[in-house]
Structures are given as C-alpha cells and as structure tokens.
C-alpha cells in the first residue's frame, strides 16, 4: 500500500535562510504527490501537486518541490524562508484504490522560523 | 466563494453523548471528504462521498461512527456514543473531481473533546 514519511517533526530555521523539508512516498506505481500547509487553527491549503511531466513543480507562497523516482523523494524548498511560514506541512500521496481514490497523509513536519 | 464550512468549530462533551459535526462543501464540488487528525495517528481519511453517494467509509473507525449527505450542500459526522479517544481534529474536505486530478479545499476543522 502507498504510504508516506516525513522523516524530520520538527525543524528550526532562521527567516531569510533556505528550507527543504523531506518527504518520502512508497508506491509502485507513478504516484500522485502533494505539500499541503497548515497554519495554526487552520485547515489544510494546497501548496503544490504533482501528477506527472517536469519533475520541479512550482507552488504558491515561493515554494517549490523536486521528484525523485530514484530515490522516491517529494522534498520541498524555499529559498528564503519568511517568518509567515512557521507552520505545519503535509506532504501527501494520492493513488487509485479498489473503492476509488486514497489520499495517505504523512505525520507532517512543523516549522519554526526564528528572526 | 466562502470556502468549507464546518460548526461548530470547537466542541466540548462528555464521554457517552452523542456528538453530530456538520459539514457545508464547495458549491459544485462533487467530492466531500471527512479526515480525523490526532498526534498520534496523524490525518486519516474516514469516508468520502461522491455526488452524495458514500464511496469508500473504510477509514470510519467502528460502528459509533456514521457520516451522511442528504444533499450537495450538507453533511454530518456522527458519533454515538462518544468516548475519550475520540478526542481529535476532525476536518471537512471537498473537490470539484476525482482526487487526482483535482484539489481538496478543507474546511477550518472542529476540535473535538470528550471528556
């Protein structure tokens, strides 16, 4: 079954620095891969999503992320981090199931930014 | 648009009473999901419905639970009798399509407590 793992719950960075923030999917087939954000007391908002085609996929808020068939990677990076970032990411795995379509959520990774 | 709506936002209960958290998709959003976040379990898919019908409900945790749609505009999730451990975040997601293909907007969640 699809899973996802977001190996690092909690990362520290300064504003203005770089983030990546890992993610790693297990699926066999070409799997659907998405970075959601949370921010506090919020729901989920869609940061990004990929399906297929070009393997850097630009998202909303400077974000971007790369994948990595090889190495079954989603990471997300941001160049310079704002301090409106701190906040809660999910990435995500989408793939077609018996029942229809399966949406498996990582455990997440929350982000401090320090000024 | 407004966005997902879910009331109440907040709920405190005590264990055995019945609990219902309600729902209002999109407008033309085919797709409404129920997910449950915990710390410990992370976002787990409950149910989803597809043009009011449920799809998959393999995700709903035992038979307390129950989830309807009566029509395109509303939905509830209902617990009875409520219990400790189902103490949670419990959010409502919907998607004008299949999932892969289309994004989940989510609502803003009902934290719920029973004590």
């Known amino acids: 079954a699809q899973s996802v793992t977001q190996p690092d719950i909690h990362i520290t960075v300064s504003e203005g620095a770089s983030l990546e923030l890992r993610c790693n999917y297990s699926y066999g087939a070409t799997p659907y891969l998405f970075w959601y954000v949370q921010s506090p007391g919020q729901g989920l908002q869609l940061l990004l999503k990929y399906f297929s085609g070009d393997t850097l996929v630009q998202g909303i808020k400077g974000f971007e992320a790369e994948f990595k068939r090889s190495q079954s990677s989603f990471n997300l990076r941001k160049p310079s981090v704002h301090w409106s970032d701190a906040a809660e990411y999910f990435c995500?795995?989408?793939?077609?199931?018996?029942?229809?379509?399966?949406?498996?959520f990582g455990k997440g990774t929350s982000l401090l930014v320090t000024p | 648009d407004a966005g997902v709506i879910q009331s109440p936002r907040h709920e405190v209960t005590e264990m055995g009473q019945e609990v219902t958290l309600r729902c209002k998709p999109i407008?033309?959003?085919?797709?409404l999901f129920w997910y449950r976040q915990t710390m410990m379990r992370g976002l787990e898919l409950l149910i989803y419905f597809n043009n009011n019908v449920p799809i998959d409900d393999s995700g709903m945790p035992e038979d307390r639970f129950s989830a309807k749609m009566p029509n395109a505009s509303f939905s509830t999730l209902k617990i009875q009798p409520s219990e400790p451990r189902d103490s949670a975040v419990y959010f409502c997601?919907?998607?004008?399509?299949?999932?892969?293909?289309?994004?989940?907007?989510f609502g803003p969640g009902t934290r719920l407590t029973v004590l």
């Open positions: 995500a795995v989408g793939a077609r199931s018996n029942s229809g379509y399966a949406l498996n």
């Open positions: 997601a919907s998607s004008p399509g299949p999932l892969v293909n289309n994004e989940q907007f």
């Open positions: 407008s033309g959003h085919d797709y």
